[in-house]
Nanobody, 129 residues
């Protein structure tokens, strides 16, 4: 079975940093991208960052470019999300999931949460002002 286990969330002050981990199992990473998403209370789930194993192509939402970095550890089948310069708008439950690999030239195409297949339980990130 496909399984994702997220960890690393917590409470930080504005300007702080956190690193989230997503341990993945039960599927061939080469065939998919792994995405990080977040959902704040009363808001829709939004994509934060995605990465493809082949080529290491990445996608970032405009709101996190320059502050967040997505990466993976092939040996551990784990995807990380390094989050710096956090602000209260980054508060939410962060999920990881696997989705379709689509490219436009050398860019990874973000296809939206509805196209992602299996999801973890999420980890809470709270940024205090």
């Amino acid at each position: 079975d496909v399984q994702f286990v997220e960890s690393g969330g917590g409470l930080v002050q504005t300007g702080g940093s956190l690193t989230l981990s997503c341990a993945a199992s039960g599927f061939i990473f080469d065939d998919f991208v792994i995405g990080w998403f977040r959902q704040a209370p009363g808001k829709e789930r939004e994509g934060v960052a995605c990465i493809s194993k082949i080529g290491g192509y990445t996608y970032y939402a405009d709101s996190v470019k320059g502050r967040f970095t997505i990466s993976y550890d092939n040996a551990k089948n784990t995807v990380f999300l390094q989050m710096n310069s956090l602000n209260p708008e980054d508060t939410g439950v962060y999920f990881c999931a696997n989705g379709p690999s689509e490219y436009h030239g050398h860019s990874l195409v973000y296809t939206g949460p509805a196209t992602f297949l299996s999801w973890g339980q999420g980890t809470q990130v709270t940024v205090s002002s």
